[in-house]
């Protein structure tokens, strides 16, 4: 890529070096001068020397540019800043696209035992590419027709778990269990809380409908298809 605008740059240069000689001798040919006077004004009159046409153009041309010289300047100073502003803004939507790349994806949810009394476990698994540290997670568990209208860890007066911990790339871990009551059509939901490596607050919330029979439907198992119309998003919220 560089190596072809220093090749489009040379030709542009070496054209215009050609037209410049075409003009100027087919100028000579017609019979026209070739010459042109620069004049200076001193205290005795008017000092005229005689220059190449291409000369005296290029002086004239910088002589009346010189009035404009500060409207000049502030242009290119405009330039300089939107061209600025430009690159920082590319890069900052660079590095926004990196870290989410290559930022860690918890997610969560878990089994339930088949023996009694029967317990729920929380699993929760990183499949970014840089580690998690989690800081806290809720769990709940409701009848299905009890469900709330917004889960319970939303509440400002709610005491999450603390959970410090690591979790690196591709690992999973069971961070805890918890007794499943004996409801009739048993719900269980949550939320846990991490950091990513830039320090960024992360989340994942998870919501489970739990089998209580077991050659009936998904069995004794969890699983996330409830079927509910309506529940709200943030059931199921992730940052």
């Known amino acids: 890529m560089l190596n072809w605008l220093k090749f489009r740059w040379r030709w542009l240069i070496s054209a215009a070096i050609f037209v410049c000689v075409v003009v100027l001798w087919t100028w000579a040919?017609?019979?026209?001068?070739?010459?042109r006077e620069i004049c200076e004004v001193t205290a005795t009159g008017k000092d005229c020397e005689s220059y190449n046409i291409l000369i005296a153009t290029a002086w004239k041309i910088a002589k009346a540019?010189?009035?404009w010289s500060a409207l000049i300047t502030g242009i290119a100073t405009f330039?300089?800043?939107?061209f600025t502003w430009t690159i920082w803004r590319a890069n900052r939507n660079q590095l926004r696209h990196t870290r989410e790349v290559e930022r860690a994806?918890?997610?969560?949810?878990?089994?339930?035992t088949d023996e009694q009394p029967r317990k729920f476990i929380l699993d929760v698994a990183n499949y970014g590419k840089t580690p998690a540290s989690p800081k806290q997670?809720?769990?709940e568990m409701c009848e299905f027709?009890?469900?709330p209208s917004k889960p319970k860890y939303l509440e400002p007066t709610y005491e999450r778990d603390t959970l410090i911990d690591e979790i690196a790339p591709q690992q999973k871990k069971s961070i805890c269990a918890r007794e499943v009551p004996n409801f009739e059509t048993p719900i269980v939901y949550g939320r846990f809380w991490?950091?990513?490596?830039?320090k960024q607050e992360r989340y994942f919330s998870f919501i489970l409908r739990v089998g209580t029979r077991k050659?009936?439907?998904i069995g004794l198992a969890t699983h996330p298809d409830l079927g509910l119309i309506g529940i709200d998003p943030e059931y199921t919220a992730w940052k």
């Open 145 to 147: 027709r009890e469900l």
């Open 215 to 217: 050659s009936v439907g």
């Open 137 to 139: 997670f809720a769990i």
């Open 65 to 67: 540019t010189d009035h």
């Open 29 to 35: 040919l017609g019979g026209l001068s070739t010459q």
């Open 194 to 198: 991490y950091n990513d490596i830039w």
């Open 79 to 82: 330039a300089v800043a939107v």
């Open 105 to 112: 994806y918890l997610v969560g949810g878990g089994p339930v």
